[in-house]
Nanobody, 122 residues
Framework: QLQLVESGGGLVQPGGSLRLSCAVS????????IGWFRQAPGKEREGVSC????????AYANSVKDRFTISRDNAKSTVYLQMTSLKPEDTALYYC???????????????WGRGTQVTVSS
């Protein structure tokens, strides 16, 4: 059983930056792909970014490409999402998730954290 705990969310002005962290614990946690998803009020949860177990493969939603960077430190069992040039439309509850292969489809993931709130507002 895996446990995932997100942190690093908060209130930031448009154009600002935040770094989210996803701490993963459990048996062979470094063998799982990790995905970041977000859900804004009244909207469906959507894929933001993902990374393979080795870190060699990454993917991004078009809406965040060139602004967000995903990385992982398997020695620390932590995955990061560096977010820059934040926009009000990035406001959402951000979740990390673990699955057997990277992708931006919710159905690919078996384990989920509880989320961390990101609010972009002046």
């Amino acid at each position: 059983q895996l446990q995932l705990v997100e942190s690093g969310g908060g209130l930031v002005q448009p154009g600002g930056s935040l770094r989210l962290s996803c701490a993963v614990s459990g048996f062979t946690s470094d063998r799982y792909a990790i995905g970041w998803f977000r859900q804004a009020p009244g909207k469906e949860r959507e894929g933001v970014s993902c990374i393979s177990s080795s870190g060699g493969t990454t993917a991004y939603a078009n809406s965040v490409k060139d602004r967000f960077t995903i990385s992982r430190d398997n020695a620390k069992s932590t995955v990061y999402l560096q977010m820059t040039s934040l926009k009000p439309e990035d406001t959402a509850l951000y979740y990390c998730s673990a699955g057997s292969a990277p992708g931006l489809d919710l159905s690919q993931y078996d384990y989920w954290g509880r989320g961390t709130q990101v609010t972009v507002s002046s």
